[in-house]
Each structure stands twice: as C-alpha cells, then as structure tokens.
C-alpha cells in the first residue's frame, strides 16, 4: 500500500536530493489521495486508466532530472 511505502521513499530521495513524483493513471484506489496527503510529493493525475506504458511516459514528459526510478506502490526502500 502506498501510504506505507511512501515514507521510506522518500527517506531516500532526502538523503540523494530527488524527488519523488508520483503519476496516478486514475487508478481509483485512492493512492492519488494518499499522494496528495504527504508533504514532500509530487502529484500528477492522469485522466484515463491506461496502462502501466502510459504513466511512464508521462513521467518522462513531466519530469526534468537526468534519471528516472520507477516503483511500483509495494516497494520499500531500505536505509542507505
């Protein structure tokens, strides 16, 4: 769940200087509010539920940093 990875993602984005930017393909499971709770996210909203595809592509659009790390919700991230 998104409301419990979330804190250790962005842990490690504090301690790297990233940002952690999240894409919600209008999933309907609640995790573009969850995102929208949590000081420090970036939120962006797609209007349709499409694929996977489509909410990477659109990260690539909305983003501006010269690398890109994709996780999915259920990821923890371990102290660095």
Not at 6 to 34: C, I, K
Request: aromatic share 4%; no cysteine.
């Amino acid at each position: 769940d998104l409301r419990d990875t979330l804190p250790s993602t962005l842990a490690a984005s504090r301690e790297l200087g990233a940002e952690v930017v999240v894409f919600d393909n209008a999933s309907g499971d609640g995790s573009r509010r969850v995102a929208e709770s949590v000081t420090g996210v970036r939120v962006h909203a797609g209007r349709v539920n499409g694929v996977y595809a489509h909410g990477v592509n659109r990260l690539f659009e909305l983003t501006d940093g010269d690398d890109l790390l994709l996780l999915k919700p259920d990821v923890w991230l371990a102290d660095l």
